[in-house]
């Protein structure tokens, strides 16, 4: 499994399908922002991050600019990852509640953070080719991680790209009645809940429309159906 992930992983970080992106990414990672003067980009694809084993996947939107694209790691370096780190950490998904770097010793337990695309895009928006391209990446990563049972994702272009992905394998007919609002659940035909939640972005933060507590709830009841499938296979 882990060394699954490698072989993706390193195809992944070489990927150069989408020119704008590419363009955009290095762009960023050239004239950096003054904070950062001193920073070496990341400037690539941003692989996932976690525990191969994890029963909840935690699926985002994409690198932000100055946060994953500078430090390689997701929802590193940035506001959402410091809103979001310190919620795992609380329910027991994070083994420290920072994530500022690659190196700062951050493990996840049982757990796993992936992103609908991997390069940061222009104004926190892919376009439709881009979903697409990075979808390949998306289904053999998630055919790599076989025990997850709950899949968080965080805003409405990453529960569509799950859903889109469900229908890639065959296993969802139709998205009607799927619709995306902060924490609906749904069970999916491949055995996993879905958990929607508002993105942890500076402008859903910063305005209350996603509060901590709103934000520890979804993962509070993420934990609570893992504890309660454990229970009923006697693992």
């Known amino acids: 499994m882990i060394s ?21 990414r290095k762009q960023i990672g050239r004239e950096k922002r003054r904070a950062y003067l001193d920073h070496e980009y990341w400037a690539r694809p941003v692989p996932g991050f976690g525990d191969p084993n994890a029963r909840v996947l935690v699926l985002g ?23 979001m780190y310190p919620v795992l950490y609380k329910v027991g998904f994070a083994s ?3 994530s500022d770097r690659r190196d700062d010793g951050l493990t996840l337990v049982d757990c796993y953070i992936t992103a609908a695309v991997r390069c940061a895009p222009p104004d ?6 881009e979903l697409t391209n990075c979808s390949t990446y998306l289904d053999r990563e998630l055919a790599i991680l076989r025990n997850v049972r709950v899949a968080v994702v965080l805003g409405k272009i990453a529960f569509d790209a799950y859903l889109a992905h469900l ?38 933060t910063a305005t209350g429309k996603l509060t901590g507590a709103m934000f ?20």
Do not use: W
């Open 167 to 204: 229908k890639r394998a065959g296993l969802l007919k139709s998205k009607v009645g799927l619709v995306f609002g902060h924490a609906k659940q749904y069970s999916m035909p491949n055995g996993v809940t879905l958990l929607a939640s508002y993105h942890p972005s500076n402008q859903n």
């Open 124 to 129: 926190n928006k892919p376009l439709p080719a």
């Open 61 to 83: 939107l994409a690198p932000g600019a100055h946060g994953s694209n500078r430090t390689g790691r997701p929802f590193t370096g940035d506001a959402s990852g410091k809103f």
């Open 216 to 235: 520890e709830a979804v993962f509070r009841e993420a934990r609570t159906i893992i504890n309660s499938r454990t229970g009923m296979h006697g693992n």
């Open 4 to 24: 699954q992930l490698r072989v993706l992983n390193q195809e992944l970080v070489a990927c150069i399908q989408c020119p704008r992106l590419v363009a955009y």
């Open 96 to 98: 420290q509640p920072n």
